[in-house]
């Protein structure tokens, strides 16, 4: 007789009411929604939000206490530092590294390679292309 492993969801409410579900991720522990996507491969540390809609790709490592508003996608290899906010529907591209406590605004797009400096703020809609440098990053 094969033993199942029990799935275990919580549920988080809002300040609007909504409860969103969220699961585990095995490779770190972070929270993903259930309606979200994760590379088994990536990496989401316990204090991790992933919202409903966002897709992470392999590889990709994100840091504690970082979060990855509704519908964003973050590519493959990416690196996420710490407390990093990414936008609703923002995209960071495959290769890109984000430093600790920036902020990515909604729908914002970072470009494969780009690399930004802790303590950034990426403004809503902004377009940041390939291998770009935001801040000190270096």
Same mark, same amino acid.
């Given at each position: 007789?094969?033993?199942?492993?029990?799935?275990?969801?919580?549920?988080?409410?809002?300040?609007?009411?909504?409860?969103?579900?969220?699961?585990?991720?095995?490779?770190?522990?972070?929270?993903?929604?259930?309606?979200?996507?994760?590379?088994?491969?990536?990496?989401?540390?316990?204090?991790?939000?992933?919202?409903?809609?966002?897709?992470?790709?392999?590889?990709? !490592? +994100? $840091?504690?206490?970082?979060?990855? #508003?509704?519908? *964003? %996608?973050?590519?493959?290899? =990416?690196?996420? &530092? @710490? /407390?990093?906010?990414?936008?609703?529907?923002?995209?960071?591209?495959?290769?890109?590294?984000?430093?600790?406590?920036?902020?990515?605004?909604?729908?914002?797009?970072?470009?494969?390679?780009? !690399? +930004? $400096?802790?303590?950034?703020?990426? #403004?809503?809609? *902004? %377009?940041?292309?390939?291998? =770009?440098?935001? &801040? @000190? /990053?270096?």
């Amino acid at each position: 007789m094969q033993r199942r492993t029990p799935r275990i969801a919580e549920e988080i409410e809002d300040e609007f009411g909504t409860v969103t579900r969220y699961r585990r991720h095995p490779n770190g522990r972070g929270l993903v929604a259930t309606d979200a996507s994760v590379d088994p491969t990536a990496f989401i540390a316990p204090t991790v939000y992933i919202e409903s809609g966002a897709r992470v790709g392999r590889s990709v !490592r +994100i $840091a504690s206490g970082s979060w990855v #508003d509704r519908e *964003a %996608v973050v590519g493959p290899h =990416a690196e996420i &530092g @710490a /407390a990093v906010h990414i936008g609703a529907a923002a995209v960071v591209g495959e290769g890109a590294r984000i430093g600790s406590h920036t902020k990515v605004g909604a729908r914002a797009s970072i470009g494969a390679g780009a !690399r +930004i $400096a802790p303590d950034q703020r990426i #403004d809503e809609d *902004a %377009v940041l292309p390939q291998q =770009a440098l935001f &801040g @000190a /990053a270096a």
